[in-house]
Nanobody, 128 residues
Framework: QVQLVESGGGLVQAGGSLRLSCAASGRTLSRCSMGWFRQAPGKEREFVAAINWSGTSTSYADSVKGRFTISRDNGKNTVYLQMNSLKPEDAAVYYC?????????????????????WGQGTQVTVSS
């Protein structure tokens, strides 16, 4: 089993920055890609960014390209999402997720249905 816990959310003014962290525990040795998703009230959970195990490949939603950066530190079993130039439309609960090791799990994917493990989320609020 793998457990994921997000942290780093909070209240920030538009134009500000936050860094989210996702700490993994349990069976974390498999070389699987991980992703960040977000969900605003009344909306579908949407893809934000993904990163493979080695950190050499990343993918971003068009809405966050140039502003957000995903990274990971496998020695700390942690994946990060650096968010800069935040906009009110970025406000949401942010979730990290990991693919299942039973599949070719180091391939990047934007589809939330292809992720198996999920954290409980961390709230990001952006004020004008």
């Amino acid at each position: 089993q793998v457990q994921l816990v997000e942290s780093g959310g909070g209240l920030v003014q538009a134009g500000g920055s936050l860094r989210l962290s996702c700490a993994a525990s349990g069976r974390t040795l498999s070389r699987c890609s991980m992703g960040w998703f977000r969900q605003a009230p009344g909306k579908e959970r949407e893809f934000v960014a993904a990163i493979n195990w080695s950190g050499t490949s990343t993918s971003y939603a068009d809405s966050v390209k140039g502003r957000f950066t995903i990274s990971r530190d496998n020695g700390k079993n942690t994946v990060y999402l650096q968010m800069n130039s935040l906009k009110p439309e970025d406000a949401a609960v942010y979730y990290c997720a990991r693919r299942d090791r039973l599949y070719y799990c180091d391939d990047l994917t934007l589809s939330k249905t292809e992720y198996y493990y999920w954290g409980q989320g961390t709230q990001v609020t952006v004020s004008s």
